[in-house]
């Protein structure tokens, strides 16, 4: 299984934070991985809600049907899903206050028979790096 994660304190609150982060309607506004829905996103979060998203990692687009694990405004969004080839990905945001702003973090966690070796090293390898563009977008949108 790999892991990648990143995290940035932002200049503002963790409600507002994750008002945007947390809103899958504003994935494709920040989170480099996201191609698109398929279908319509539910109008309520919570945990058990699934959506259908087409995501692309070394130009390869997988499509994952997410179930929102854990769902705890403002603090942390956790979604787990699998897609083509049973490769298995959580991707989990927390936000937690620091300062008079917060500390945002975003992780992501994958496994699957297609993703080890050399493969997998390189989608760790790219992964870490659009995590760290997902988060500068997210502090662009912030600002």
């Known amino acids: 299984m790999g892991t990648i994660k990143h995290s940035v304190e932002l200049p503002a609150t963790p409600e507002k934070v994750f008002e945007v982060a947390g809103d899958p309607n504003s994935f494709e506004k920040w989170l480099t991985l996201h191609v698109k ?3 319509d996103i539910p109008s309520e979060i919570k ?3 699934q959506m259908t998203e087409v995501v692309s990692m070394l130009n390869m687009p997988n499509t994952i049907t997410w ?3 854990e769902y705890d405004v403002p603090r942390n969004l956790r979604i787990s899903g ?7 990905i959580a991707i989990d945001l927390s936000v937690e ?4 702003g917060s500390l945002f973090s975003l992780s992501t966690d994958f496994e699957g028979q297609m993703i080890v070796g050399a493969l997998g090293k390189a989608i760790e390898k790219q992964g870490q790096g659009e995590l760290e563009k997902s988060v500068a977008n997210l502090t662009a949108l912030l600002a």
Do not use: I, L, S
């Not at 699998?82 to 298995?88: F, I, L, P, R, S």
């Open 47 to 49: 945990q058990g809600t």
């Open 97 to 100: 206050p620091k300062g008079e």
């Open 82 to 88: 699998t897609g083509m080839a049973g490769v298995k």
């Open 67 to 69: 179930t929102v694990d």
């Open 37 to 39: 829905w398929k279908g």
